[in-house]
């Protein structure tokens, strides 16, 4: 399994950024979704979920800002994030995982596939 995050960047508070992840070599059809982040001396948080039937969940930080989605066809998930501030000043990571018949909530599922980050800076 393969992630590969693109599309981070230095953007100043209130403009947007969409982060790409370009997913291969994962073929399970049922599957959490996620992008994580880390921020400077802080530790990594889920910022937002998506699972294999659509269901998403977000961070309380980013609700109604940033939005998660997926292009099955193209295999890769994105996170629009908008309005953004200096505190989303992160390290953002995407991560996969299959699911087995149990289907849990994402944002409390243990990641095993991850990416290597892309950066996002923003100013003031």
């Known amino acids: 399994v393969q992630l590969v995050e693109s599309g981070g960047g230095s953007v100043q508070a209130g403009g947007s950024l969409r982060l790409s992840c370009a997913v291969s070599?994962?073929?399970?059809?049922?599957?959490?979704m996620g992008w994580f982040r880390q921020g400077p001396g802080k530790e990594r948080e889920g910022v937002a979920h998506?699972?294999?039937?659509?269901?998403?969940s977000y961070a309380d930080s980013v609700k109604g800002r940033f939005t998660i989605s997926v292009d099955n066809a193209e295999k890769t998930l994105y996170l629009q994030m908008n309005s953004l501030n200096v505190e989303d000043t992160a390290m953002y990571y995407c991560?996969?995982?299959?699911?087995?018949?149990?289907?849990?909530?994402?944002?409390?599922?243990?990641?095993?596939?991850w990416g290597q980050g892309t950066q996002v800076t923003v100013s003031s």
């Open positions: 998506i699972r294999f039937d659509g269901e998403t």
């Open positions: 070599g994962f073929t399970s059809s049922r599957h959490c």
């Open positions: 991560a996969a995982e299959p699911l087995g018949w149990i289907i849990p909530l994402c944002a409390n599922q243990n990641y095993n596939n």
